[in-house]
Nanobody
Framework: QLQLVESGGALVQPGGSLRLSCGAS????????IGWFRQAPGKEREGVSC????????SYADSVKGRFTISRDNVKNTVYLQMNSLKPEDTAVYYC???????????????WGQGTQVTVSS
């Protein structure tokens, strides 16, 4: 069974950092574009960042540019989202998703993880 599993979510103070990980079981992420999405209570899911299968192309939502960095390690079959200078408005459930081919910032992905909670609060 193909699965994506996110980890790394936590409660962190404003200005703090977290690194989220997205691992895969049952398949290799090679060849897949990977996206990170988030959904806050009462809000629609939004694209945060995505990375191409080679890692050579990345995209970011304007709200996280300069603070978040997406990367991938195809040997470890893992994609990361480094989040710095976190703000309360970053609080959400974060999901990773995979689609064969290029990454996109909309939700048209084939596989989704179960999500990991990120809470930014003092």
């Amino acid at each position: 069974q193909l699965q994506l599993v996110e980890s790394g979510g936590a409660l962190v103070q404003p200005g703090g950092s977290l690194r989220l990980s997205c691992g895969a079981s049952g398949f290799t992420l090679n060849g897949y574009g990977i996206g990170w999405f988030r959904q806050a209570p009462g809000k629609e899911r939004e694209g945060v960042s995505c990375i191409s299968s080679s890692g050579g192309i990345t995209s970011y939502a304007d709200s996280v540019k300069g603070r978040f960095t997406i990367s991938r390690d195809n040997v470890k079959n893992t994609v990361y989202l480094q989040m710095n200078s976190l703000k309360p408005e970053d609080t959400a459930v974060y999901y990773c998703a995979a689609r064969f081919g290029r990454c996109i910032m909309t939700s048209n992905y084939d596989y989704w993880g179960q999500g990991t909670q990120v809470t930014v609060s003092s």
